[in-house]
């Protein structure tokens, strides 16, 4: 397999300092994006803190199979979802010991969605409301799901369009790495097909512009995916840019 992607993140229109992170590591197929939360520079620490702690874990667990883990495996899954669960989970422990430790940083904590590539197929591992998309042909697709109150509405009552509109506490975030010193993380697997479009994004683009502007843009963009991140970012500050906003598109080519 080959594997083509693109990243950009942008401060947006609003905001006076970028607390997401961006990580893109092709040697070994791994993707991330995450938004941090917290006073003063704290979220940017976090959010940090979480990329470069899974793409260690990565890089330590790829030049030594048998290195000893910072978990247990979860019985039934397999090895590859296990490793991103293990890395998602490292990276919550050290945010959440750091914020322990240092005043400055307490209550700091980010969001993460890390997509790995191995053997033909994708797994994800998510934690809060960055989102993974997938484009298939010109169809596409929300992979995760938002760990957020709005979402838990949703799924507990029957919202309509205009409640979900007005719905109060839509940026209130229910899971996130630091808020404990463990947690849950939702792991996602498909087998790609080629030419397969994946995008990773903070929730300030998918707050900013539909799922159908998303579409269109990358299916207009003819596969280039820098063109498209830059196309992306922009609608999302032409409509406001309320947040800092990330985004990272990997396409994968059977060869």
């Known amino acids: 397999m080959r594997i083509r992607y693109a990243g950009n993140t942008h401060v947006g229109m609003k905001r006076d300092h970028n607390e997401d992170s961006l990580f893109l590591l092709p040697e070994h197929n791994i993707y991330i994006v995450a938004d941090g939360m917290g006073g003063h520079a704290s979220g940017?620490?976090?959010?940090?803190?979480a990329v470069e702690t899974i793409v260690q874990f990565y890089k330590d667990t790829s030049e030594d199979e048998d290195?000893?883990?910072p978990f247990k495996m979860e019985k039934?899954?397999?090895y590859q979802e296990n490793r991103i669960i293990a890395g998602v989970k490292l990276a919550n422990l050290k945010i959440f010991e750091a914020a322990m430790a240092n005043s400055k940083q307490k209550g700091m904590g980010t969001t993460v969605v890390a997509t790995v590539f191995h053997d033909k197929s994708i797994y994800v591992g998510h934690v809060g409301d960055s989102r993974v998309y997938r484009l298939r042909g010109e169809t596409l697709t929300q992979l995760t799901e938002d760990h957020s109150l709005l979402n838990d509405y949703i799924k507990m009552k029957d919202l309509t369009?205009?409640?979900i509109e007005n719905f109060p506490h839509k940026n209130v975030i229910?899971?996130?790495?630091?808020?404990?010193e463990t947690v849950q993380v939702d792991v996602v697997s498909e087998d790609p097909v080629h030419r397969d479009i994946y995008l990773l994004c903070s929730d300030?683009?998918?707050?900013?512009i539909t799922d159908e502007e998303m579409r269109e843009i990358l299916v207009s963009s003819n596969e280039e995916l820098e063109q498209a991140?830059?196309?992306l970012i922009q609608l999302a500050n032409q409509n406001g840019g309320n947040d800092n906003v990330t985004v990272v598109l990997v396409q994968f080519l059977e060869d």
């Open 44 to 49: 940017e620490v976090a959010s940090q803190m």
């Open 67 to 69: 290195i000893t883990w």
């Open 76 to 78: 039934g899954r397999k």
């Open 161 to 163: 369009p205009e409640e």
């Open 174 to 180: 229910v899971r996130a790495l630091g808020m404990k």
């Open 204 to 208: 300030g683009l998918n707050g900013m």
């Open 229 to 231: 991140c830059n196309r």
